[in-house]
């Protein structure tokens, strides 16, 4: 079966950075867009950013741009969200969602990661 796996997430204090990273199983990795989402506690979730399965077309949330970057390895069938200059509200869990260029909505998800910056 499919399996999305998040790691990377931890307690930073805020202007620091991480790294997550989402390795896939059980699909052809290489033929999903890849996506980022996140959820706060008490809201609802959200998306952050998004790779197409080529790796040449990234989308991301005003509230992120410039600061997180998305990337894919296809041939180690992992996303990573680089993210810099963390702020306190990017507090949440981050979850990582793959989908086909033939469905509208994202099909598979991960169990989340744990982000957290205090300040």
């Known amino acids: 079966q499919v399996q999305l796996v998040e790691s990377g997430g931890g307690l930073v204090q805020a202007g620091a950075s991480l790294r997550l990273s989402c390795t896939a199983s059980?699909?052809?990795?290489?033929?999903?867009?890849m996506g980022w989402f996140r959820q706060a506690s008490g809201k609802e979730r959200e998306f952050v950013a998004a790779?197409?399965?080529?790796?040449?077309?990234?989308s991301y949330a005003a509230s992120v741009k410039g600061r997180f970057t998305i990337s894919r390895d296809n041939a180690k069938n992992t996303v990573y969200l680089q993210m810099n200059t963390l702020k306190l509200e990017d507090t949440a869990v981050y979850y990582c969602?793959?989908?086909?260029?033939?469905?509208?909505?994202?099909?598979?998800w991960g169990q989340g990661t744990q982000v957290t910056v205090s300040s």
């Open positions: 969602a793959a989908k086909s260029s033939a469905v509208p909505r994202y099909e598979y």
């Open positions: 790779i197409l399965w080529s790796g040449e077309n990234t």
């Open positions: 059980g699909l052809t990795f290489s033929r999903y867009t």
